[in-house]
């Protein structure tokens, strides 16, 4: 058999395969989409279909048969396209995309074009919008307020022993990892160093159980956040559990953490805002912290190991606690947003 006894269309042009393909303006959950094509046959396009795969399916489209129609049915719009809210796209992940264009018969039928080549891009991190829209939500639980006199920081002993022969007895900031959300834009980028500072409801004091290591460095909260500081607010999550994390950035004013932060997080009223707070009240400092979220406080310069004292704790190493890059409920309904995963 000959190809018009086949599929009948033989004798129509061939439509125009999509080259030079171009993504801009990508967002966490979108992106625009544009590409060259032949002006020939281009009147008889009505539509274009678009296969967007994460990028672990490389080859999924050697695989498909030329007219099948795909993920994404397009009107022919004018280009650039913007394509959002056809896929839950996730923040921070690398796509594939190809494109072909097609004519929708009389029968319902499209014939279509050969697929363009396949192109990858990266979705983006959460915005300031999206990430004040996790702090609203983390407002809401956050609880009543109580006093807290020390931020404190577990560690094996090997850690500190480290940081004193090897940093002149500062702990250095290191890159957050990548536990909480995943468009979180500080993981796998901001530096800086992880504190505690809930206290135990009953004594005001810091618990004596801790996840990450038998040794605890405590210092006064006022040598690491006063009105010489911004507050930020970083990240809202939880890992299948019934209680929730709040990360806040510390950031000595104008330096380099502080310079990252204000381009990419809310920033936070440092006396009135729902986690932690600093005021003065006759001279002295007071510091209060949310009773119903639990902190993890990233201050994002070195700390002198002389401004605190490392004591060995008494209570139990309790593993389950770490967030190590835990990974966050995706369907959790107080603690994600609408867009990304």
């Known amino acids: 058999g000959n190809k018009s006894q086949d599929s009948g269309i033989a004798e129509m042009e061939e439509l125009p395969v999509p080259h030079n393909i171009k993504i801009s303006n990508i967002t966490c959950d979108s992106f625009k989409i544009s590409w060259d094509m032949d002006s020939k046959s281009k009147d008889r396009i009505t539509h274009y279909f678009i296969d967007l795969n994460k990028k672990e399916n490389k080859n999924s489209n050697k695989f498909k048969h030329k007219d099948v129609p795909t993920k994404l049915v397009a009107k022919a719009v004018p280009l650039p396209m913007t394509v959002r809210g056809h896929w839950f796209l996730s923040p921070r992940t690398e796509y594939t995309v190809a494109v072909q264009t097609a004519s929708k018969q009389v029968d319902g039928d499209y014939v279509v074009s050969e697929w363009s080549e396949i192109i990858e891009f990266c979705t983006a991190d959460y915005s300031k919008v999206h990430l004040t829209q996790l702090l609203e939500k983390a407002e809401v639980i956050a609880g009543r307020m109580l006093k807290l006199s020390v ?191």
């Open 151 to 341: 931020f404190y920081r577990n560690q094996h002993k090997e850690y500190f022993d480290y940081m004193r022969e090897h940093h002149g007895n500062a702990m250095q900031p290191s890159v957050k990892d990548n536990s909480g959300s995943h468009g979180s834009p500080i993981s796998g980028k901001l530096e800086g160093i992880f504190f505690s500072c809930n206290t135990e409801f009953n004594t005001g004091k810091p618990p004596q159980d801790s996840p990450y290591g038998r040794y605890r460095f405590e210092i006064a909260a006022e040598k690491l956040f006063n009105p010489n500081t911004n507050l930020y607010f970083g990240d809202f999550y939880c890992m299948y559990t019934a209680y929730h994390y709040v990360i806040l950035v510390i950031a000595p004013l104008g330096s380099p953490g502080d310079e990252f932060c204000k381009q990419r997080l809310p920033q936070l009223n440092i006396k009135d805002n729902k986690f932690l707070t600093c005021n003065e009240e006759d001279g002295v400092m007071v510091y209060h912290h949310a009773q119903d979220v639990i902190l993890e406080v990233i201050y994002t310069d070195p700390v002198d190991l002389s401004l605190g004292t490392v004591a060995e704790i008494t209570g139990h190493q309790l593993m389950s606690l770490s967030t190590a890059n835990a990974k966050k409920d995706p369907s959790c309904k107080t603690c994600n947003i609408s867009v990304g995963r």
